[in-house]
């Protein structure tokens, strides 16, 4: 394994494709890829009761233990394993369940501030960002929320106008700016190939040093 790891950040709006994104590059890469969802990073509530846990705004950067996912992915660039925590949306909170995450030549973080953090986007070799209308992506979270994580149509809209869209609005796309690379609805054969064919060239460098891990101005956008 080489040492740091190849490090992708893949932010964007709910429903934009992200994790649509990280599976299709985790699938193409050839080799086991370490995938760090950010929403198993949003904070411990059990001090909360259910319906407290049910308003609290989940679209605000308070909303994630920053310092827990800034360590561990510290930890995988350098190839040690991580306990990660595990987290249930039906809940609104982590499960009593950690899982040992192991380190790979390739790590993906994956979430709607995954370009948010300064370390962390400093800590990423490659910044994403998939630009999907805000549109369809509220009809695709309509469907998800309601069949995989135990929502209600009224609840998905109340919540999307209260903090969904406002939170996305102030903090979320602001995020693109940090992009390398931008991602037009997600699961785009062309851009997906285009992600392999860098993480390919980059790991052929053998010479890549700390150094070479900053970031270039000069990268290409597929905007
Ligand atoms: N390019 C695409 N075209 C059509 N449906 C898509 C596309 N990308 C994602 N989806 C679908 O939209 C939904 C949300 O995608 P997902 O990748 O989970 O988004 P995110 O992780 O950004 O919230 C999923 O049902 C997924 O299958
Ligand atoms: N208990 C929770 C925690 C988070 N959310 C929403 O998840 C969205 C982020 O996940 P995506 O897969 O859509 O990127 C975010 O917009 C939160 O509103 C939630 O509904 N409940």
Redesign the pocket.
């Given at each position: 394994m080489s040492i740091p790891s190849f490090a992708i950040g893949i932010a964007?709006?709910?429903?934009?494709g992200?994790?649509t994104v990280a599976r299709n590059v985790a699938d193409t890469v050839g080799e086991p890829v370490t995938r760090i969802p950010l929403?198993n990073y949003?904070e411990e509530l059990s001090h909360l009761e259910y319906e407290q846990?049910?308003d609290?705004n989940?679209?605000h950067p308070d909303?994630f233990e920053w310092e827990l996912l800034r360590e561990h992915l510290e930890s995988l660039l350098l190839g040690q394993s991580v306990e990660m925590p595990q987290?249930d949306?039906e809940i609104?909170?982590r499960t009593d369940e950690r899982i040992t995450v192991e380190p790979s030549d390739v790590i993906v973080l994956e979430?709607?501030f995954a370009l948010f953090d300064k370390t962390i986007r400093e800590m990423l070799d490659l910044r994403v960002y998939v630009m999907t209308d805000a549109d369809v992506r509220i009809l695709r979270?309509i469907e998800?929320?309601v069949v995989e994580?135990g929502?209600d149509l009224e609840g998905v809209i109340e919540?999307y106008l209260e903090?969904?869209k406002p939170?996305?609005e102030q903090f979320v796309a602001p995020t693109r700016k940090q992009a390398d690379v931008i991602i037009p609805e997600g699961a785009n054969r062309m851009a997906v190939d285009l992600l392999i064919d860098k993480i390919d060239a980059e790991r052929e460098d053998e010479g890549r040093s700390s150094a070479g891990r900053e970031r270039s101005v000069d990268s290409p956008t597929l905007e």
């Amino acid at each position: 394994m080489s040492i740091p790891s190849f490090a992708i950040g893949i932010a964007g709006g709910t429903g934009a494709g992200k994790t649509t994104v990280a599976r299709n590059v985790a699938d193409t890469v050839g080799e086991p890829v370490t995938r760090i969802p950010l929403d198993n990073y949003y904070e411990e509530l059990s001090h909360l009761e259910y319906e407290q846990r049910a308003d609290v705004n989940y679209d605000h950067p308070d909303a994630f233990e920053w310092e827990l996912l800034r360590e561990h992915l510290e930890s995988l660039l350098l190839g040690q394993s991580v306990e990660m925590p595990q987290y249930d949306f039906e809940i609104h909170n982590r499960t009593d369940e950690r899982i040992t995450v192991e380190p790979s030549d390739v790590i993906v973080l994956e979430g709607i501030f995954a370009l948010f953090d300064k370390t962390i986007r400093e800590m990423l070799d490659l910044r994403v960002y998939v630009m999907t209308d805000a549109d369809v992506r509220i009809l695709r979270r309509i469907e998800r929320d309601v069949v995989e994580r135990g929502r209600d149509l009224e609840g998905v809209i109340e919540q999307y106008l209260e903090t969904v869209k406002p939170m996305h609005e102030q903090f979320v796309a602001p995020t693109r700016k940090q992009a390398d690379v931008i991602i037009p609805e997600g699961a785009n054969r062309m851009a997906v190939d285009l992600l392999i064919d860098k993480i390919d060239a980059e790991r052929e460098d053998e010479g890549r040093s700390s150094a070479g891990r900053e970031r270039s101005v000069d990268s290409p956008t597929l905007e």
